[in-house]
């Protein structure tokens, strides 16, 4: 089963490195990384930046269409207006039937603000107990939505994503 995390850290450059470790972890065979993405929003910004994490994705690798919706659903909706606001509905609904629900966004848009940073992971094959303790005396919040094998390769599917999916380039806005 592949799960769908997100790690939210109290300063910008935290998702990066928990990413770090846990690179080195998935050398240790403790976790599988499908793909990553990082959302780092430096105080003082009006917006975060994002960046889908290099040479963590594999074969399963969602792409830059997938983060890029989801971090404009999560971050630039509510900036952007209801018009907009509208057609991102329909597209919550169809996030929602891969795992990603109203809560889980919920969530994230709460937890994730000015400031801090967060780490969006697609994982699998993970050693709970022994990644859990690589991160002892780490202060994050752990926002977990779980999805099923046939979700995710629908997901894939939905967003049309291939072996080689092209990585965004680093810093690249969500919007």
């Known amino acids: 089963m592949s799960a769908l995390t997100v790690w939210k850290f109290e ?37 975060p930046k994002t960046k889908q994490a ?21 971050f630039f909706v509510p900036f952007l207006g209801m018009a907009v606001g509208a057609a991102m ?7 929602a039937d891969y795992g990603i ?16 940073s967060a780490l969006f992971l697609l ?6 107990d022994k990644v859990a303790k690589a991160f002892d005396g780490t202060h994050m919040d752990l926002i977990q939505s779980n999805l099923t094998q046939e979700q995710e390769q629908e997901l894939r599917a939905a967003f049309g994503e291939g072996e080689e999916a092209p990585a ?8």
């Open 89 to 95: 509905g329909a597209l919550m609904g169809h996030f």
């Open 11 to 47: 300063t910008p450059d935290g998702a990066q490195q928990a990413l770090d470790k846990l690179v080195g972890l998935s050398k240790q065979h403790l976790i599988e990384i499908g793909d990553a993405a990082i959302v780092s929003w430096p105080a003082g910004a009006k917006k």
């Open 54 to 74: 290099q040479g963590t994705t594999g074969a399963g690798a969602l792409g830059g269409a997938f983060w890029g919706m989801l971090f404009g659903l999560l």
């Open 168 to 175: 965004a380039p680093d810093d690249a806005p969500a919007a």
């Open 123 to 128: 994982t699998s094959n993970t050693t709970v």
């Open 101 to 116: 629900d109203d809560d889980f966004i919920k969530q994230v848009r709460e937890k994730v603000t000015e400031g801090t």
